[in-house]
């Protein structure tokens, strides 16, 4: 079992900045990799950005340059630093673990407001 906790989501200006933070408990070895997806309202979710456990990462091209995923893992946590942030990245964000085995862990979501 794997437990994830995010953190971090509010209301911000367009062009500010947030920091999300997912903390991970539970078997933490048997992640191979993590990931933050978003759900607007009446969309999809989508995928935000991964990191391995090597320290791989992966960007949707609507986040890639404003977006930098990161982990550290004596904490077993994973951030999300978003950058030049724009009204369409309004959105719940979650925090998703995959295991060795394909298995997939969600957190609670965290929310994200873009407006002025």
């Known amino acids: 079992q794997v437990q994830l906790v995010e953190s971090g989501g509010g209301l911000v200006q367009p062009g500010g900045s947030l920091r999300l933070s997912c903390a991970a408990s539970?078997?933490?070895?048997?992640?191979?990799?993590m990931e933050w997806d978003r759900q607007a309202p009446g969309k999809q979710r989508e995928l935000v950005a991964t990191?391995?456990?090597?320290?791989?990462?992966n960007y949707a091209d609507s986040v890639k340059g404003r977006f930098t995923i990161s982990r550290d893992n004596p904490k077993n946590t994973v951030y999300l630093q978003m950058n030049s942030l724009k009204s369409e990245d309004t959105a719940v964000y979650y925090c998703?673990?995959?295991?060795?085995?394909?298995?997939?862990?969600w957190g609670q979501g965290t929310q994200v407001t873009v407006s002025s």
């Open positions: 539970g078997i933490i070895r048997n992640i191979n990799y």
């Open positions: 998703r673990a995959v295991t060795l085995t394909g298995y997939t862990y």
């Open positions: 990191i391995t456990s090597l320290g791989s990462t």
